[in-house]
Protein backbone atom coordinates (compact mmCIF):
# COMPACT_ATOMS: atom_id res chain seq x y z
CA UNK A 1 0.00 0.00 0.00
CA UNK A 2 1.00 3.64 -0.43
CA UNK A 3 2.38 5.80 2.17
CA UNK A 4 3.08 9.37 2.45
CA UNK A 5 5.09 10.95 5.05
CA UNK A 6 5.19 14.37 5.70
CA UNK A 7 8.18 14.98 8.72
CA UNK A 8 7.68 18.59 9.88
CA UNK A 9 4.91 19.28 11.68
CA UNK A 10 5.18 22.89 11.87
CA UNK A 11 7.32 25.39 9.90
CA UNK A 12 7.53 28.98 10.05
CA UNK A 13 8.81 31.35 7.83
CA UNK A 14 9.26 35.49 7.73
CA UNK A 15 6.81 37.12 5.47
CA UNK A 16 7.87 37.71 2.15
CA UNK A 17 10.79 35.15 2.40
CA UNK A 18 11.01 31.62 1.21
CA UNK A 19 9.70 28.36 3.12
CA UNK A 20 10.05 24.63 1.29
CA UNK A 21 8.04 21.76 2.98
CA UNK A 22 8.59 18.52 2.70
CA UNK A 23 6.82 15.38 1.51
CA UNK A 24 8.18 11.90 0.72
CA UNK A 25 5.83 8.83 -0.25
CA UNK A 26 6.18 4.91 -0.94
CA UNK A 27 5.09 3.16 -4.28
CA UNK A 28 5.99 0.82 -6.11
CA UNK A 29 3.70 2.14 -8.76
CA UNK A 30 5.61 4.16 -12.03
CA UNK A 31 2.32 6.11 -12.97
CA UNK A 32 0.95 8.31 -10.52
CA UNK A 33 -0.22 12.13 -9.54
CA UNK A 34 1.14 14.19 -6.53
CA UNK A 35 -0.95 16.87 -5.30
CA UNK A 36 -0.81 19.67 -2.13
CA UNK A 37 -3.26 20.32 -0.66
CA UNK A 38 -3.77 23.44 1.86
CA UNK A 39 -6.07 23.91 4.75
CA UNK A 40 -6.84 27.31 5.92
CA UNK A 41 -7.86 27.55 9.43
CA UNK A 42 -11.86 27.89 7.68
CA UNK A 43 -11.29 24.59 7.37
CA UNK A 44 -11.72 24.10 3.73
CA UNK A 45 -8.84 21.77 1.22
CA UNK A 46 -7.49 23.83 -1.37
CA UNK A 47 -5.89 22.44 -4.21
CA UNK A 48 -2.50 24.35 -4.27
CA UNK A 49 -0.66 22.62 -7.32
CA UNK A 50 -0.34 18.59 -8.90
CA UNK A 51 2.90 16.79 -10.69
CA UNK A 52 1.97 13.97 -12.75
CA UNK A 53 4.67 11.70 -12.29
CA UNK A 54 5.56 11.06 -16.04
CA UNK A 55 6.49 14.46 -16.41
CA UNK A 56 10.07 15.83 -15.52
CA UNK A 57 9.14 19.09 -15.50
CA UNK A 58 7.95 20.48 -12.14
CA UNK A 59 4.85 21.90 -11.75
CA UNK A 60 4.59 25.58 -10.59
CA UNK A 61 1.80 27.68 -9.98
CA UNK A 62 2.80 31.75 -9.22
CA UNK A 63 4.49 31.78 -6.17
CA UNK A 64 4.26 27.68 -5.33
CA UNK A 65 6.48 25.33 -6.98
CA UNK A 66 7.38 22.25 -6.56
CA UNK A 67 10.73 19.88 -6.56
CA UNK A 68 9.60 16.37 -7.67
CA UNK A 69 12.81 13.69 -7.40
CA UNK A 70 10.60 10.68 -8.48
CA UNK A 71 13.52 8.11 -7.96
CA UNK A 72 14.12 9.50 -4.37
CA UNK A 73 10.34 9.67 -3.67
CA UNK A 74 10.27 12.90 -2.82
CA UNK A 75 7.60 15.57 -3.48
CA UNK A 76 8.59 19.54 -1.53
CA UNK A 77 6.57 22.05 -1.97
CA UNK A 78 8.38 25.55 -2.17
CA UNK A 79 6.34 29.17 -1.13
CA UNK A 80 8.02 32.29 -2.45
CA UNK A 81 7.24 35.35 -1.17
CA UNK A 82 5.28 34.10 1.72
CA UNK A 83 1.86 36.11 2.46
CA UNK A 84 0.21 35.81 5.69
CA UNK A 85 -2.72 34.36 3.23
CA UNK A 86 -0.13 31.64 3.15
CA UNK A 87 -0.41 30.85 6.93
CA UNK A 88 -2.64 26.83 6.48
CA UNK A 89 -2.10 23.58 7.12
CA UNK A 90 -0.70 21.89 4.10
CA UNK A 91 -1.15 18.11 3.10
CA UNK A 92 0.82 16.43 1.04
CA UNK A 93 -1.03 13.19 -1.29
CA UNK A 94 -0.78 10.83 -3.50
CA UNK A 95 -2.74 9.05 -6.02
CA UNK A 96 -2.98 5.86 -8.03
CA UNK A 97 -3.22 5.74 -11.60
CA UNK A 98 -3.49 1.54 -11.00
CA UNK A 99 -6.52 2.79 -8.40
CA UNK A 100 -10.08 3.50 -10.52
CA UNK A 101 -11.39 5.55 -7.81
CA UNK A 102 -8.50 8.13 -7.95
CA UNK A 103 -8.82 8.64 -4.65
CA UNK A 104 -6.16 10.64 -2.53
CA UNK A 105 -3.76 9.19 0.07
CA UNK A 106 -2.88 11.88 2.67
CA UNK A 107 0.09 12.94 4.80
CA UNK A 108 -0.15 13.95 8.08
CA UNK A 109 0.53 17.63 7.51
CA UNK A 110 2.21 20.52 7.66
CA UNK A 111 1.10 23.53 9.98
CA UNK A 112 2.41 26.96 8.40
CA UNK A 113 3.34 29.91 10.32
CA UNK A 114 3.73 33.07 8.40
CA UNK A 115 5.64 36.01 10.97
CA UNK A 116 4.63 39.47 9.70
CA UNK B 1 -20.11 27.21 -9.54
CA UNK B 2 -20.97 27.25 -5.59
CA UNK B 3 -18.70 24.63 -4.64
CA UNK B 4 -19.13 21.69 -2.09
CA UNK B 5 -21.30 22.33 0.59
CA UNK B 6 -21.75 20.41 3.68
CA UNK B 7 -24.46 20.65 6.41
CA UNK B 8 -24.50 20.79 9.02
CA UNK B 9 -21.02 22.79 9.82
CA UNK B 10 -20.77 21.51 13.61
CA UNK B 11 -23.10 18.50 15.34
CA UNK B 12 -22.64 17.81 19.23
CA UNK B 13 -24.52 14.59 20.28
CA UNK B 14 -24.55 11.89 23.00
CA UNK B 15 -23.16 8.58 22.76
CA UNK B 16 -25.21 6.34 21.20
CA UNK B 17 -27.56 8.70 19.19
CA UNK B 18 -27.15 8.50 15.21
CA UNK B 19 -26.60 11.24 13.18
CA UNK B 20 -26.62 12.12 9.46
CA UNK B 21 -24.60 14.68 7.60
CA UNK B 22 -25.60 15.71 4.08
CA UNK B 23 -23.32 16.63 0.93
CA UNK B 24 -23.91 18.50 -2.38
CA UNK B 25 -21.02 18.02 -4.40
CA UNK B 26 -20.62 20.32 -7.34
CA UNK B 27 -23.47 19.73 -9.74
CA UNK B 28 -21.57 18.42 -12.64
CA UNK B 29 -19.42 15.92 -10.99
CA UNK B 30 -20.25 12.24 -11.03
CA UNK B 31 -17.72 11.35 -8.16
CA UNK B 32 -18.48 12.47 -4.53
CA UNK B 33 -15.85 10.71 -1.73
CA UNK B 34 -16.35 10.77 1.99
CA UNK B 35 -13.02 11.44 4.13
CA UNK B 36 -12.47 11.39 8.01
CA UNK B 37 -10.12 13.86 9.45
CA UNK B 38 -9.22 13.64 13.35
CA UNK B 39 -7.23 16.06 15.05
CA UNK B 40 -3.68 16.87 13.67
CA UNK B 41 -4.04 14.24 11.18
CA UNK B 42 -4.43 14.12 7.17
CA UNK B 43 -7.69 13.11 6.01
CA UNK B 44 -8.70 9.33 6.07
CA UNK B 45 -10.49 7.93 2.98
CA UNK B 46 -14.01 6.49 3.96
CA UNK B 47 -16.13 5.49 1.19
CA UNK B 48 -16.65 6.86 -2.84
CA UNK B 49 -19.41 6.83 -5.35
CA UNK B 50 -19.75 7.28 -9.16
CA UNK B 51 -23.15 8.47 -9.89
CA UNK B 52 -25.61 6.85 -7.14
CA UNK B 53 -23.11 3.59 -6.97
CA UNK B 54 -21.23 3.42 -4.07
CA UNK B 55 -18.08 1.67 -5.33
CA UNK B 56 -15.45 1.37 -2.61
CA UNK B 57 -15.70 1.16 1.09
CA UNK B 58 -12.68 1.68 3.39
CA UNK B 59 -11.82 -0.79 6.48
CA UNK B 60 -12.68 2.27 8.71
CA UNK B 61 -16.49 2.52 7.56
CA UNK B 62 -17.75 0.34 10.14
CA UNK B 63 -20.82 -1.19 10.27
CA UNK B 64 -22.79 1.42 12.12
CA UNK B 65 -21.65 4.03 9.18
CA UNK B 66 -23.57 4.02 5.82
CA UNK B 67 -23.40 6.34 2.96
CA UNK B 68 -26.57 6.71 -0.09
CA UNK B 69 -26.48 8.84 -3.01
CA UNK B 70 -29.68 8.57 -4.49
CA UNK B 71 -30.05 9.62 -7.94
CA UNK B 72 -26.53 10.57 -8.07
CA UNK B 73 -26.69 13.82 -6.55
CA UNK B 74 -26.48 14.84 -3.34
CA UNK B 75 -24.80 12.35 -0.81
CA UNK B 76 -25.54 11.69 3.09
CA UNK B 77 -23.44 10.25 5.58
CA UNK B 78 -24.91 8.44 8.85
CA UNK B 79 -23.70 7.05 12.08
CA UNK B 80 -25.52 4.61 14.21
CA UNK B 81 -24.94 4.41 17.63
CA UNK B 82 -22.62 7.43 17.79
CA UNK B 83 -19.08 6.39 20.18
CA UNK B 84 -16.43 9.02 21.38
CA UNK B 85 -14.24 7.41 18.97
CA UNK B 86 -16.39 8.79 15.88
CA UNK B 87 -15.54 12.20 16.98
CA UNK B 88 -13.80 13.93 14.04
CA UNK B 89 -14.23 16.31 10.70
CA UNK B 90 -15.89 14.21 8.18
CA UNK B 91 -15.28 15.73 4.75
CA UNK B 92 -16.74 15.17 1.48
CA UNK B 93 -14.98 16.04 -1.80
CA UNK B 94 -16.36 15.61 -5.19
CA UNK B 95 -14.63 15.65 -8.98
CA UNK B 96 -15.46 14.87 -12.53
CA UNK B 97 -14.04 11.66 -12.01
CA UNK B 98 -11.22 12.33 -14.69
CA UNK B 99 -7.96 11.12 -15.03
CA UNK B 100 -5.84 13.59 -13.05
CA UNK B 101 -9.08 15.40 -12.16
CA UNK B 102 -8.62 17.13 -8.51
CA UNK B 103 -10.75 16.34 -5.52
CA UNK B 104 -12.98 19.56 -4.54
CA UNK B 105 -13.99 19.80 -0.94
CA UNK B 106 -15.97 20.85 1.13
CA UNK B 107 -15.81 22.49 4.55
CA UNK B 108 -16.29 19.66 6.84
CA UNK B 109 -18.90 18.86 9.30
CA UNK B 110 -17.28 18.58 12.74
CA UNK B 111 -18.73 15.71 14.72
CA UNK B 112 -18.43 15.97 18.54
CA UNK B 113 -19.71 13.13 20.69
CA UNK B 114 -20.13 13.32 24.34
Known amino acids: AQTVTQSQPEMSVQEAETVTLSCTYDTSESDYYLFWYKQPPSRQMILVIR??????QNATENRFSVNFQKAAKSFSLKISDSQLGDAAMYFCAYRSQMDSSYKLIFGSGTRLLVRP | DTGVSQDPRHKITKRGQNVTFRCDPISEHNRLYWYRQTLGQGPEFLTY????????KSRLLSDRFSAERPKGSFSTLEIQRTEQGDSAMYLC????????????FGNGTRLTVT
Open chain 2, 49 to 56: FQNEAQLE
Open chain 2, 93 to 104: ASSLGSNGSPLH
Open chain 1, 51 to 56: QEAYKQ
